[in-house]
């Protein structure tokens, strides 16, 4: 059987909502209305005793204590709010040449995190950013190389956006705290999704985002360690000192119990939802390699999440895989900046050329994914990718045998 209606692949972009988190919600529009920083009538207190259970939900997922979640706007403003809270709290004074204190990040991270530590090196703080290697996979042992005895923070994320690739956090969260640095990761693909735990992962600040976790948008987290060691970061708005002064503004209720909400569902159901996806992507991952050559699966072959693949298909022109996959809606490996399509930094990063990084598809399945869109979006991409080839004349001297990077295309 085939689909025709638009098969959603872009969970890694954002996740539909659960109607059982919408139904959560629902009586903080209009029945449950309060402030929840009202503490003088009844409709505060009750917004306030929503907030504090979503607290215990998004903290059980986590294994973290419900004082230690802050919540924020999503996880750009937790990366931020984490990074240059933590390097501005713990700015070493600049005497001499040695600059305000040292950073650790890498190269393929968000841009939610590069672009805090670039503002950072502007106010005076070092900042090395590791390359992954073709694996993408960020080792304890590269940050140990990196480690300075100025470190402040080191800032790697746990699960990778574009490619999926899982981070050694908990071995880079150990060396951390061997090191009296601070170890802060992005977490944003990775929780509700795998299971977590701060105490035994050693990790000091985590961001995480509802709208990754089938919760609603503009909705996140930023977990602060409260004990060995207590965390201290410097606040980026000022106002009413709500979450313990270091995220004022008036919360977002109903956002708050989606989330929470949401997240409970997360503990009850990942582990579930993480092996059926596993097969189904094994599934799609395993028709493309048969039915077409030349396709190959961006970063480590094992180490990374379930439900994610980024494939690049050798011999097809990016823009028009996208067009040629038509009902199926995913992510190319194309950022398209301002003006111009790029080929994504990330997988450029891993050293994929050009134009496979351009033809390449990042494929997320999520809780509501099928085996039959699964099937159906499978053969409508090996569909496309061979109606392209079969217009191609590079991918004719391909089969020819003719190994097309030693061809001197000059004309004489
Ligand atoms: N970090 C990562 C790894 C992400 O994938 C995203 C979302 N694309 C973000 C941060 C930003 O999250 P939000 O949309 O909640 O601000």
């Known amino acids: 059987m085939s689909i025709d209606r638009p098969i959603y692949m872009d969970n890694a972009s954002t996740t539909r909502t659960d109607p059982r988190v919408v139904e959560a919600m629902l009586p903080y529009f209009t029945e449950i209305y309060g402030n929840s920083a009202s503490r003088n009538h009844s409709f505060g207190w009750d917004a306030e005793e929503a907030v504090t259970i979503a607290r215990g939900q998004a903290a059980a997922l986590i294994g973290a204590g419900p004082k230690e979640i802050i919540w924020t706007s999503g996880a750009t403003e937790s990366n931020n709010l984490a990074i240059k ?26 841009k939610a995190v590069l672009d805090p530590c670039k503002r950072l090196e502007r106010e005076g703080f070092d900042v090395t950013y590791l390359e992954p290697p073709s694996d993408g996979i960020i080792t304890r042992k590269m940050v140990e190389g990196a480690m300075r005895e100025d470190t402040i923070l080191v800032t790697v994320m746990w699960a990778n956006n574009e490619i999926g690739t899982i981070n050694e956090v908990p071995e880079i969260g150990a060396l951390c705290h061997e090191r009296g640095a601070l170890m802060h990761t992005d977490a944003t693909q990775w929780v509700g999704k795998m299971p977590t735990n701060v105490e035994s992962d050693n990790i000091d600040l985590m961001s995480f985002s509802s709208h990754k976790l089938y919760g609603p948008n503009g909705v996140g987290a930023l977990y602060v360690r409260r004990r060995r060691p207590r965390v201290r970061i410097e606040a980026m708005l000022d106002g ?52 077409l050559d030349v396709v190959a699966v961006n970063g480590h072959p094992d180490r990374r999440l379930p439900h994610l693949t980024n494939i690049s298909f050798g011999f097809v022109e990016g823009e028009s895989l996208m067009m040629g996959i038509g009902n199926i809606a995913c992510s190319s490996g194309s950022a398209c900046t301002s003006a111009s399509l790029e080929p ?62 030693t061809i001197n295309w000059q004309s004489h």
């Open 85 to 110: 809270g933590a390097a501005r709290m713990h700015a070493k004074a600049p005497a001499g040449s040695t600059g305000r204190g040292h950073i650790i990040t890498a190269t393929h991270e968000h």
């Open 240 to 291: 009413g000192g709500h979450e313990r002064g270091m995220r004022s503004g008036t919360l977002n209720v109903s956002g708050i119990v989606g989330f929470g909400k949401a997240c409970e569902l997360c503990s009850e159901e990942m582990a579930e939802d993480a092996e059926r996806l596993f097969k189904l992507r094994t599934r799609m991952e395993n028709e493309l390699s048969a039915a």
């Open 344 to 405: 994504s930094y990330v997988l450029k990063a891993l050293g994929v050329g050009d134009e496979l990084a351009h033809s390449s598809l990042r494929l997320s399945l999520g809780r509501w994914t099928t085996e039959e869109e699964v099937d159906t979006a499978t053969r409508g991409i090996i569909k496309a990718v061979k109606h392209l080839r079969s217009m191609s004349p590079l991918y004719d001297l391909h089969n020819e045998g003719i190994d097309i990077s």
